[in-house]
C-alpha cells in the first residue's frame, strides 16, 4: 500500500526565516512526485511534479527536490503570501489515482 | 483557459437521500478524478475515468459511483448518504498520461444533516 507521511503537521515562521517541509514516501514503481499548495476554502494548486531521484524544480521562493524516500519543498525568505496547507502525493503506474499525504499547515508572520 | 469547475459550490442533504455533484475538466483534458477532502483524514482518491470508461477506484463502498460523458464532463454519485460522508469533494483533471499533474477544482461541500 502506498504511504505518504509529511512533516511537521504545522510550521509557524518569521516572515524572512527560510525552512523546509518533508514528504516521506512508500510506492512501488513511482509514477510521479506532486506537490500543491492549498489555500482555505479552495482546491489544492498544483506547484512541482518531480519525477526521478535527484530532480529539482524551482518557482519562486519554493524549490523541490526528491530523493528514492523522500522530498523536500524548500521555502526561501518566505512572505505572509506563502502562507497555506503545502501537500505532497504520489503516484503509481498509469495516470491513477494520487496518494496524499496530510499536509503541513505553514504560517508566516509579518 | 478556464480551469476545473464544480457544481453545486455547496449542498445540504439528509440521511438516507442521494446527491449528484457535477464537474467539467479543463479543455484537452481527457482524465477526470474525484476525491474526498474530510475532516482529518486528507484527500482520499475516490474515482478515476478516462475516455469515458472508469478506470480505478479507491477504498470506497459501491454507493459511491460516477460517470463521465461524451464532452468529458463527469458527475459523481452519493446514494443512501450517511453522517460520515459529511466533505468536500474534489474534482481534478488530467491530460491522461501518466506523470501529468491533476489539476483542482474549488470543490463541493456536502453536509448531511
Known amino acids: 500500500e502506498d504511504q505518504v507521511t509529511q512533516s511537521p503537521e504545522a510550521l509557524r515562521l518569521q516572515e524572512g526565516e527560510s525552512s523546509s517541509l518533508n514528504c516521506s514516501y512508500t510506492?512501488?514503481?513511482?509514477?510521479?512526485l506532486f506537490w500543491y499548495r492549498q489555500d482555505p476554502g479552495k482546491g489544492p494548486e498544483f506547484l512541482f511534479t518531480?519525477?526521478?531521484a535527484g530532480e529539482e524544480k524551482e518557482k519562486e521562493r519554493l524549490k523541490a527536490t526528491l530523493t528514492k524516500k523522500e522530498s523536500f519543498l524548500h521555502i526561501t525568505a518566505p512572505k505572509p503570501e506563502d502562507s497555506a496547507t503545502y501537500l505532497c502525493?504520489?503516484?503509481?503506474?498509469?495516470?491513477?489515482?494520487?496518494?496524499f499525504g496530510k499536509g503541513t499547515h505553514l504560517i508566516i508572520q509579518p | 483557459e478556464a480551469g476545473v469547475t464544480q457544481s453545486p459550490t455547496h449542498l445540504i442533504k439528509t440521511r438516507g437521500q442521494q446527491a449528484t455533484l457535477r464537474c467539467s475538466p479543463i479543455?484537452?483534458?481527457?482524465?477526470v478524478y474525484w476525491y474526498q477532502q474530510a475532516l482529518g483524514l486528507g484527500l482520499q482518491f475516490l474515482l478515476w475515468?478516462?475516455?469515458?470508461?472508469?478506470?480505478n477506484r479507491g477504498n470506497f463502498p459501491p454507493r459511491f459511483s460516477g460517470r463521465q460523458f461524451p464532452n468529458y464532463s463527469s458527475e459523481l454519485n452519493v446514494n443512501a448518504l450517511e453522517l460520515e460522508d459529511s466533505a468536500l469533494y474534489l474534482c481534478?483533471?488530467?491530460?491522461?498520461?501518466?506523470?501529468?499533474?491533476?489539476?483542482f477544482g474549488d470543490g463541493t461541500r456536502l453536509s448531511i444533516l
Open positions: 479543455s484537452g483534458h481527457t482524465s
Open positions: 510506492v512501488s514503481g513511482l509514477r510521479g
Open positions: 475515468y478516462d475516455e469515458g470508461e472508469e478506470r
Open positions: 481534478a483533471s488530467s491530460k491522461g498520461t501518466a506523470g501529468e499533474p491533476q489539476h
Open positions: 518531480l519525477y526521478s
Open positions: 502525493a504520489v503516484q503509481r503506474g498509469g495516470a491513477d489515482g494520487l496518494t
